[in-house]
């Protein structure tokens, strides 16, 4: 089933007023024409007092519309059109009813009979239908009956009671009606396509923004990251409905746990669709993400702070910037605080919602990455990195991977965010190396090394403090973490750093070539990134006796054919340090086959 992210402008389409009014004045000429039936009277009399029935009920659904003009339309329309299918048949039957030449007379009663009784029956569902739309305006989404339009498909009776709920029940009623349309998207992804096409995602924005109801705005919340989950075209199909802002707003002043399930709901959006991370960096939601994660940190260091003047401590948030010792941010925290009376688990559930969210929103958006770096955001995640656990952690940490990966394609960002004598670029550079240096787990170190790669050609000269944890995760059994080591490394020593040279003596200096021979024994699919590690060292400091010592020309000959197989592209770079490494390498035979596949 196909989602409609497009639908029809409101202008295009006929009234819904308009289009009930349709059937009804077909209805009122079956009835005039069943009056003056000439065969099957009984039947076609019958069939007025049903058809009289169904005009009633269509008034009726044309009366509860106008009073209330925010109604789900899907529904109402689904059926009117069904109901004029109806209707024009049992119209064209009913003509034929009507005075026959003599001798054709008894011919179409009995043809007409038995069409009459079939279209009775549609007439049955018509009317049930109607009802149904009738029952539930009345019980304001209450009656989980199935209409007959619906028989087959009982998720889309769900679906439109639920969504009517949201729309007429009480507060009670409509956080469960919300509830039940999350259930059924987490189901599977048709019932989130349905949720979609049948209106139920504009009235759960509706209650996301009712801030009188925060249990609703929860529900409504984790419904919507349901629906979301997985679904670009459900991604798209939120952008335009003003849902960015609604949601930016509610994370600003709502109380803190509706933020956990808002901040879940960016993160989910995000992850989706790099449009949506454009988005909702344009309505500066960062803003209220990084004053969230920050409420419980302090960012400015407390002997610096005493001979601070109060407006270098005291920075206007709306001017993009959190206040290094609290400010604003921290006093309205502290009130929120007190109003709520949270308990640490719920601040620390904030934190680690905003966290993922302002990870998701870094993923290759520039825009984003700059509003960060604009605050004290980096600083914000550093210290968390420094001073928290778990998911917290581990989301502040994949935040700073994504921003440090954009800092690698984009040169301003790079100088601006990373710049190395800044607070913030240190504090990051700190805890990155103090992951590497001190974890175990995988999960923390692969980020932290993937960072200090991204960041590679930030770093002047000589920096064995940042090289050599990098060359020391080279011999780690975990050949995840190994394999990053070496991606790492070799942008510290490709050529388009302009230090690479000097970056390849640390390596060696630091008894990297062992470790990365011994990696190059692991025969795995990710044997390549050792192996491009080791042809830009050989290009860098082929003289180097180490590379002799330790048998490099050898391996890379060893290893070429097997690698090239898989990654061609690697042809010519395995050639020029082949050919170079045979130039310095004593006893290296200068005349070699060329190398090929």
Known sequence: MKGNPNPKPEEEEKRLQEELLGPILVAERVIKLAEEAESSKTVCRELATKVQILCENLRAVVRAVSANPSLNERPIRRMAADVSKCLDKTLSLVRKCRKQPGVLRHVWSMRTTGDLRKVWSLLESSNGDMMWLLSIFESKGTNLSLPPIASNDPILAWVWTYTYTLQLGSAKDRAEAATGLGSLARDNDRNKFIIMEEGGVLPLIKLLKDSAYPDAQVAAANALVNIASNQLGVVRFLLPSLAVPAIVQVLSDSPFRVRVSVASLVSTMADQDPVAREEFARANVTRPLVSLLAMDTVLADPMAARTSSIHSLVVNLSEGNLNAAGGRGGQQNRR???????????????????????????????????????????????????????????????????IAAVAESNAELRRVAF?????????????????VCEESDSALLVPAIKSIGSLARNFPGKVPQVIGPLVAQLGNRDIDVASE?????????????????????????????PKLMSLLQINDRQQVYG?????????????????????????????????LSQHPDLKELLAKAIHHLTLYQSGAQLHRQPLGL
């Open 336 to 402: 929120d605080r007190e109003k709520e009376g949270e308990s640490a688990e719920l601040r620390n559930a904030v934190k680690t919602s905003c966290a993922e969210a302002l990870w998701k929103l870094s993923k290759g958006c520039l825009l984003t990455c700059k509003k960060i770096s604009e605050t004290k955001g980096l600083l914000c995640l550093a210290k968390i990195v420094e001073s928290e656990s778990g998911d917290l952690r581990f989301n502040c940490l994949m935040a700073v991977m994504e």
């Open 419 to 435: 710049k190395p004598n800044t607070t913030a670029a240190k504090a990051v550079l700190d805890q990155l190396l103090r992951v």
């Open 485 to 513: 080591a070496a991606i790492a490394l070799a942008k510290f020593v490709c050529p388009e750093n302009y230090n690479c040279v000097e970056h390849s003596k640390v390596i060696l200096e630091l008894d990297g070539i």
């Open 531 to 563: 192996l491009k590690l080791l042809c830009y060292l050989a290009l860098n400091v082929g003289d180097s006796k180490i590379l002799e010592e330790e048998r490099t020309l050898s391996t890379l000959e060893k290893l070429a054919r097997p690698v």
